[in-house]
């Protein structure tokens, strides 16, 4: 037998560098699914021990990314993408930079309470912008914890078969929820530790404690859902047919081949209204006609028969509300439409006095539930603790001042915006920026009456979703969505006369 000599092969034995980058680019999306998929089961993860093991995992996936990506040697981000989001990307680390400043011992500039606090100890004590650093560093932490999980989504979701399994994988998250808090509401769930199901008499919440806040996250997976759904039946109405098959062919497609995301549907439906939550139920169907809108708006212009398509999908919202809907209509019935109650009413009044006092510079980011204590001088239930202001738009301009809450708030909009930009630039294959604009329209909308956003669980569901949305909706390579772009005119190059 002929001696083989193992230097002439080097590779021999070892894996192609493309190779073991792809695999270790499947490796970190599972595990960011399975910290998606993780994160709501423990209260929606908004207690300190659960926040700061998230928190800790998402930096564990974010220093992954960082090794793959040395190794590989580049990014996957495109230039238009990178140039899109800049500003985004910018004022989200000027938010960080400031928060730090906040925190950090300046001895000057500090907020005035840290000089009483002196005073009354007998002891020099640094001055600081927040009223409570551990506060500060714990939401601090959390806000790189969502910018983590977008930033992976987003790298990992600009391969096209990656984004559609991202889109799957929320739908099987958020509908598993939905299901496991359907279980708990009508069967007797006190088997069930109520560290991972919380129940209510009236109202569904599953792993959360505020009904608000599920049912922000009920909404963004029937959004994640509804987007497959039009998806499904929409190439329907291309079919030369009569428009009585190609209804037959809508109910075969939903009853049999796509039922498991119409079941997700339904349940994320029924799990909605069982929130009996008016602002989230209002944001979600606002957000819910967005998406159909945006999704469908070249295809209704094709023919009579696609204006029908956002139809399809009031039958299983009203088949959900039919079933389900009876507390929340019994909630309207009794309490009315508005939003604001007497309580409500009274921290937005308060919230606006306290901003007025630090409008530059804030009381410290997470702060909100030691700095709104000191201007209830005039509430009669002083015994209630107010821990969020229930807008956190509000909230945020307490905590971070103006300048700081603008840019929180603009650079969330900006990602919008770029998905904004892809519903317009795309002739097929909406759904992605459809679905980012829809969700922050469901986040957006209902934060001006709830603190939904604020809540770990939630927040990282958008952000995952978020990545998916943005990194699909840029006007990126040929191969990733080929002719789903509207390619720009090019002028040949004149080399000579012709």
Same mark, same amino acid.
């Given at each position: 037998?002929? *001696? ?20 270790? *680019? ?11 998929a993780a994160a709501p089961l423990p209260l929606g993860s908004n207690r300190p021990l659960s926040s700061g093991v998230v928190a800790f995992v998402a930096g564990v996936l974010l220093l992954s990314w960082v090794a793959i990506t040395t190794f590989r040697g580049s990014l996957h981000t495109d230039r238009d993408l990178t140039r899109q989001l800049k500003w985004p990307i910018g004022l989200f680390l000027i938010v960080i930079v400031w928060i730090v400043i906040q925190w950090a011992p300046l001895g000057f500039s500090g907020h005035p309470l840290w000089q009483t606090a002196a005073d009354a100890l007998g002891e020099d004590l640094p001055a600081r912008i927040t009223l409570n650093p551990e506060a500060s560093l714990a939401a601090l932490s959390n ?17 096209? $078969? ?16 939905? @299901? ?11 088997? /069930? ?10 109202? @569904? ?98 023919? $009579? ?7 399809? /999908? ?32 009274? /921290? ?5 006095? $306290? ?51 603008? $840019?929180?708030? @603009? ?88």
């Open positions: 037998m002929p *001696e083989t000599d193992a230097r002439s092969s080097p590779s021999q034995g070892r894996m192609p560098a493309p190779r073991i980058v792809a695999r270790a *680019e499947m490796w970190l999306f599972s595990a960011l699914v399975l910290l998606v806000l790189l914890c969502y910018g983590a999980v977008f930033w992976i989504s987003l790298q990992l979701a600009v391969d096209p $078969a990656r984004a559609r399994l991202a889109r799957y994988a929320a739908i099987a998250i958020g509908g598993a929820y939905c @299901l496991y808090g359907l279980v708990g509401f009508f069967i007797d769930g006190a088997w /069930i530790s109520t560290y991972f199901l919380t129940r209510r008499a009236d109202s @569904l919440t599953s792993t959360f404690v505020n009904r608000n806040s599920f049912a922000t996250f009920a909404g963004l997976a029937l959004l994640c859902s509804a987007s497959v759904f039009l998806d499904r039946v929409q190439h329907i109405f291309t079919i030369s047919r009569p428009f009585g098959q190609k209804i037959v062919l809508v109910i075969e497609m939903v009853t049999l081949h796509a039922r498991w995301v119409s079941a997700a549907f339904v349940t994320a439906s029924l799990a909605l209204f069982l929130t009996t939550s008016r602002g989230g139920i209002a944001a979600s169907l606002v957000a819910l006609a967005a998406l159909a809108f945006l999704q469908t708006r070249s295809a209704a212009k094709r023919g $009579a028969a696609y204006r029908y398509i956002p139809l399809l /999908i009031l039958l299983p919202v009203g088949i959900a509300l039919v079933l389900g809907g009876g507390n929340f209509l019994e909630r309207v019935d009794r309490q009315g439409l508005s939003i604001e109650n007497n309580l409500r009413s009274s /921290i937005f009044v308060t919230t606006i006095e $306290a901003i007025k006092t630090a409008p530059l510079v804030g009381t410290g980011y997470g702060t909100y539930s030691d700095a709104i204590e000191a201007y209830r001088g005039g509430d009669p239930d002083i015994f209630t603790l107010w821990q969020k202001a229930h807008n956190t738009y509000l909230e945020n301009a307490l905590e971070l001042g103006l300048p700081g809450a603008a $840019a929180l708030t @603009l650079s969330v909009l900006g990602l919008a915006l770029i998905c904004f930009g892809g519903v317009q630039r795309r002739r097929r294959s909406r759904a992605y920026p459809a679905l980012g604009v829809a969700a922050t329209i469901l986040v957006g909308v209902h934060a001006l009456v709830d603190f939904s956003l604020q809540i770990p669980a939630v927040a990282i569901f958008y952000a995952f979703i978020m990545g998916v949305a943005v990194a699909q909706s840029v006007r990126g390579r040929p191969e990733n969505d080929g002719a789903a772009y509207t390619s720009r005119p090019t002028r040949k190059k004149s080399t000579g006369p012709e």
